[in-house]
């Protein structure tokens, strides 16, 4: 698979990507797993309800249990009762994670970036790196290559570019080893490092 080889200027040739990552056939059921499964495994269970024994309730008996016509009731935190408890309330150590298979995770990793090959959205660079951990001269560079919104993938993000691009709301830097399938599919293009294609074919194929 040959993808587009920029530099500051713009245009520069073409790069040969390997087929293994870049050209594989695309298992769209497997992506949407991949995706799903690595947002439920970031989710914190932060977040509590109150079961009846926790809602604060007297625990005498509303009425007695035979003669007065109404339903039987015991407490007034009842799950059926306005302001009582919740039925099967949940728990802030409740467990989101979903498994997924080195195999098919490193699978689901070649079809985005298949995809993005095939739909025009991967660049590659020698290298990118700023002089100064300044915002201002990343923007300019990222401008100059035609990018808006860009994801950056290198070998290794230095610190430089680290605080260079912590205050850019749609560029944002990451080593090979961070690259994840919901920030390919959420930015509209990806700028790779030669250096982070061998990475990324080191650990995914």
Do not use: C
Request: charge should be positive.
């Amino acid at each position: 698979m040959d993808l587009k080889l920029i530099n500051d200027g713009g245009a520069a040739g073409t790069f040969s990507a390997p087929d293994t990552l870049f050209g594989r056939d695309v298992n769209a059921s497997l992506v949407h797993q991949v995706v799903v499964a690595y947002q439920a495994n970031a989710r914190l269970g932060t977040r509590q309800q109150k079961e009846r024994g926790d809602v604060a309730k007297s625990t005498r008996k509303p009425w007695r249990q035979k003669g007065t016509g109404r339903a039987r009731a015991g407490r007034a935190s009842s799950p059926l009762w306005r302001g009582g408890g919740k039925i099967f309330a949940s728990s802030p150590d409740e467990n989101f994670s979903q498994k997924v298979n080195r195999k098919m995770y490193r699978a689901g990793m070649a079809s985005i970036l298949s995809q993005l090959a095939r739909d025009d959205r991967i660049r590659v660079v020698d290298e990118f790196r700023v002089d100064a951990p300044k915002t201002k001269l990343l923007a300019q560079k990222v401008k100059s290559m035609g990018f808006d919104q860009v994801l950056v993938i290198t070998d290794e993000v230095d610190e430089n570019l680290m605080l260079s691009a912590r205050n850019l709301p749609n560029v944002a830097v990451i080593a090979a080893r961070q690259a994840n399938p919901v920030a390919l599919v959420h930015f509209p293009n990806v700028l790779l490092t030669r250096a982070a294609v061998a990475k990324l074919e080191e650990m995914l194929v």
